[in-house]
């Protein structure tokens, strides 16, 4: 039976559905599928995102990490008897290196997912030299979105070797939890933050510098100006809480409101539990690489 392997740094909650459902489809054509996974480390220990795969296809393996920024995950036994390895774009990946040497002798089928051009400010001009070189080091590549295949095609990747994910999330469950909401519920909710009435904004993600936090608040502070009564709510955590939370005792009490970590694991099961359903693409040509 062909045998598929994916590598990622940590398992985010938000993938679960994905593999389970990448699983469930490639076990009906044949296919065996393999996710290899580690603990979180660093700034994902203060998130709090992580989450477990069943251990039918889910093997989590204990990441030895370099300086805080590069991750070696023994996995030389997964990957010797996999049909097809699909590793991350990042350059924290050690392993990556080797698996580039297998690709190029022609002894492994080696897939990249990523998103393309490295959108980390604080990154050397030899870490995006290193990510742009991977873009040709390896037999596929499968892209977030839609949106980054003029970058890959631009820098060498053929286009038929190219797959639009297109990374994004089904709505209905969390159109239907909306739904099942009644508006005393809303009021007591806000009344326990704090919140007026009025137009509320919500960020939910991770607080670091690539998500651009102080350009959100600023724009709410611009947006407050023609709507008086606006809030911004914030759901995440990161290196930036510490930065959000002195905003709110310095200057912003009445317009931001943030939620307590603990509410995140709440949010977490919600989002966790919706159904990816826009990655029939990624799922059929796994199966085609592999088969």
Same mark, same amino acid.
């Given at each position: ?14 993938? +679960?559905?994905? &593999? ?17 996974? %580690? ?86 001009? &030899? %870490? ?21 295949? @003029? ?39 806000? %009344? ?35 709507? @008086?009564? &606006?809030?911004?709510? +914030? ?27 603990? +509410? ?19 799922? %059929? ?7």
């Amino acid at each position: 039976m062909p045998r598929v392997l994916i590598i990622q740094a940590q398992m985010k909650h938000y993938r +679960i559905p994905l &593999f389970i459902r990448l699983h469930e489809i490639l076990q009906q054509d044949g296919i065996e599928l393999r996710v290899a996974y %580690s603990a979180p480390h660093g700034v994902h220990n203060i998130v709090r995102d992580d989450g477990e795969l069943p251990p039918e296809f889910g093997r989590k393996v204990t990441g030895h990490w370099l300086a805080g920024k590069i991750i070696y995950q023994p996995l030389w036994s997964e990957i010797a008897h996999a049909d097809l390895v699909i590793t991350g774009h990042e350059n924290k990946y050690l392993m990556n290196s080797w698996l580039f040497l297998l690709s190029a002798l022609q002894l492994k089928t080696v897939a990249l997912w990523g998103l393309g051009p490295c959108m980390e400010e604080d990154q050397s001009r &030899f %870490s995006h030299w290193l990510r742009e070189k991977a873009l040709t080091a390896t037999d596929w590549y499968f892209g977030y979105t839609s949106g980054i295949v @003029p970058y890959l095609t631009q820098h060498g990747v053929a286009a038929d070797r190219i797959t639009a994910v297109q990374n994004a999330v089904d709505t209905t469950d969390l159109r239907k939890n909306l739904e099942s909401i009644r508006a005393d519920d809303i009021a007591q909710e806000k %009344s326990r933050l704090g919140i007026a009435n009025g137009p509320v904004g919500i960020y939910c993600g991770i607080l670091e510098p690539t998500k651009h936090v102080p350009f959100l608040v600023e724009a709410s502070r611009l947006i407050r100006q023609k709507v @008086p009564d &606006f809030q911004l709510l +914030i759901v995440g955590s990161g290196p930036d809480r510490k930065w959000v939370e002195d905003e709110v005792d310095a200057a912003t009490r009445d317009m931001l409101a943030m939620l307590e970590p603990a +509410i995140i694991g709440i949010l977490g099961v919600t989002i966790g539990g919706i159904v990816i359903s826009l990655y029939m693409p990624l799922f %059929s040509m796994i199966a085609k690489l592999a088969g």
